[in-house]
């Protein structure tokens, strides 16, 4: 599928993947924390990084949620922070009202978890400026979410 980000990709970049393995609900936590350090580390400014932490935590519990596996890449350049999620699962047949705050197809055991308020998506697309979401029935899902980052965003 095509990528927002394809001329990003043959820039300099830190890139960060992370296996996401079916029904691990620890992994979302895991990656955002692991990126949320690098993002402090290379002193971009609370709020971008806050942002981008947000997009990946909703987007891998997405994948461990509602599809099988997957795979988190994040990619760093200078410019933007570009989270990319690609999962195998039962897709998404109507993505709009996917996008819908408050519509939710999670099962009542996820709901007693605490997940499945339908706010996930809607939550990515205000942290982010870029949201692509593409989705094949029965295949699988691409989402494709881009935070760009301005002088004033890097402490340095
Ligand atoms: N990766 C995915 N694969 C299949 N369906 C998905 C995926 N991501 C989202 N969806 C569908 O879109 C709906 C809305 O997603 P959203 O993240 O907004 O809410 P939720 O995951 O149901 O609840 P919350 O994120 O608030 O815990 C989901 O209920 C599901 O039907
Ligand atoms: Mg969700």
Redesign the pocket.
């Known amino acids: 599928m095509n990528h927002l980000n394809e001329e990003a990709e043959s820039k300099p970049q830190l890139k960060l993947e992370f296996e996401i393995k079916e029904r691990d609900f620890s992994v979302a936590g895991e990656a955002a924390s692991k990126v949320k350090k690098t993002l402090q580390q290379l002193g971009l400014m609370p709020e971008a990084v806050r942002n981008i932490a947000i997009i990946i935590y909703?987007a891998v519990?997405?994948?461990v949620?509602?599809?099988t596996h997957g795979q988190l890449k994040v990619i760093i350049i200078p410019e933007q922070v570009t989270v990319l999620?690609e999962?195998e699962?039962?897709?998404?047949s109507n993505v709009e009202l996917?996008?819908k705050e408050g519509?939710?197809?999670?099962p009542l055991e996820i709901r007693e978890m605490g997940?499945?308020?339908?706010?996930?998506?809607?939550n990515i697309k205000q942290c982010s400026h870029k949201l692509n979401v593409k989705?094949q029935v029965g295949v699988g899902?691409v989402?494709e979410a881009i935070v760009y980052l301005s002088s004033k965003d890097r402490k340095s």
């Open positions: 909703e519990m997405n994948v949620i509602h599809a999620t999962d699962g039962i897709g998404i996917a996008m519509y939710s197809t999670a997940f499945g308020a339908g706010m996930g998506l809607p989705s899902t989402l």
